[in-house]
């Protein structure tokens, strides 16, 4: 998903001198604009007016995103997306614990996807979320983050092991060491026994999810703020049944 930039090289001119590189009126104007609105929209954001599980109103505030990165294949999910998750992941606590503020309330972890980390707190601020992540932006949710990189897949505090009822995952990459690696760290946080399991990428993935984690494609499909190429799927380890557009687990 990363583009990778190379340097260019030039055939020196007859009096042994590069031309000078030009950029068109409208590729300048078109740079200057993106750098603009890269410096004043470092934050962007989003209303997450929504409903919650049984009919009660989430919240009326925005949720404010940093921008996206394209240089860490960061794309944001758009609204529908962020709030259909948020309120699954909700349920799937609220299953577990009817006191989310309780000190042994089921905990959520977030595996590369911020968007859910920041609809979640902004939904249920009493819900126990850690935020993995590579993005040292996010150091700005305090004790909420810790720093990951997918290479390291078990370069971890020890506090964490096995200590989250819901761990939902966004690999980085389309790729199979991408996806093995991040399956190592789902294996790591997620409670010994039965635990719930998110994970959202590629449709080119499907088999892998299924191999590596047992998990199965639901009928839903997330949908980006800005629009990709590669068909995005979410896949889980259990039925969520008609929350989800229903599992398509394949007998």
Known sequence: MEDQLSPRSHDNDDDGEDDPPTLSSQSLAALREFISE??????????????????????????????????????????????????EILTLCQMGSSDLEDSNSPRVACIACPTLYAYLKNIEPQLRVQLLEYDERFEQYG?????????????????????????????PYLSKECLEKVARTISFLAQSGESYLLLLTGEVQKD???????????????QHSNK????????????????????????
């Not at 892998?208 to 997330?222: D, H, V």
């Not at 990709?228 to 007998?251: A, H, I, M, S, V």
């Open 208 to 222: 892998r999810a299924a191999e590596l984690m047992g998990l199965y494609p639901c009928g839903f499909r997330p």
């Open 38 to 87: 890269q410096e004043s929209h470092s934050v962007s954001d989003v209303d997450a007016d929504c409903t919650g599980p049984g009919g009660s109103s989430m919240s009326s505030s925005s949720v404010a995103l940093v921008s996206e990165d394209w240089r860490l294949s960061q794309f944001w999910y758009d609204r529908e997306t962020a709030e259909t998750v948020a309120r």
């Open 143 to 171: 004790s909420d983050f810790t720093f990951y990189d997918y290479n390291q897949p078990e370069e971890l505090p020890l506090d964490l092991k096995h200590g989250f009822n819901v761990v939902i995952a966004d690999p």
């Open 228 to 251: 990709l190429g590669n068909e995005f799927r979410l896949f889980t380890n259990y039925d969520p049944g008609t929350r989800l557009g229903r599992w398509e687990q394949e007998k």
